[in-house]
């Protein structure tokens, strides 16, 4: 947001931020995982206090000040390490 030329980056109060969503916005997600993120310029910023309500599907922090949100969360899809093979002195 903008106030003449200058970016306007607070907010005088905190406002509450609350994102809805659906089972099958978060498929392979953790429910509990999940919370409200703001981008910091290099990385994605988990805000403090984010709450799930997962009877509402809802997802809240209290919020104080302007950025780009998102709701993440962790992935309930298990890593696979594949077995790795070294070749050594020209032979395998």
């Known amino acids: 947001a903008k106030a003449g030329e200058s970016d306007i980056t607070s907010v005088s109060k905190p406002y509450v931020m609350t994102a809805s969503y659906a089972s099958a916005d978060i498929a392979g997600i953790d429910e509990n995982s ?6 910091n310029g290099s990385a994605w910023v988990k805000e403090p206090g ?3 309500d997962s009877s509402a599907k809802t997802v809240s922090a209290a919020i104080n000040h302007l950025s780009s949100f998102a709701v ?3 992935s ?17």
């Open 50 to 52: 984010s709450q799930v």
């Open 72 to 74: 993440l969360g962790e």
């Open 76 to 92: 309930t899809i298990k890593k696979v390490y594949l077995p790795l093979e070294v070749k050594s002195a020209g032979r395998w």
């Open 34 to 39: 999940l919370g409200i993120y703001w981008w």
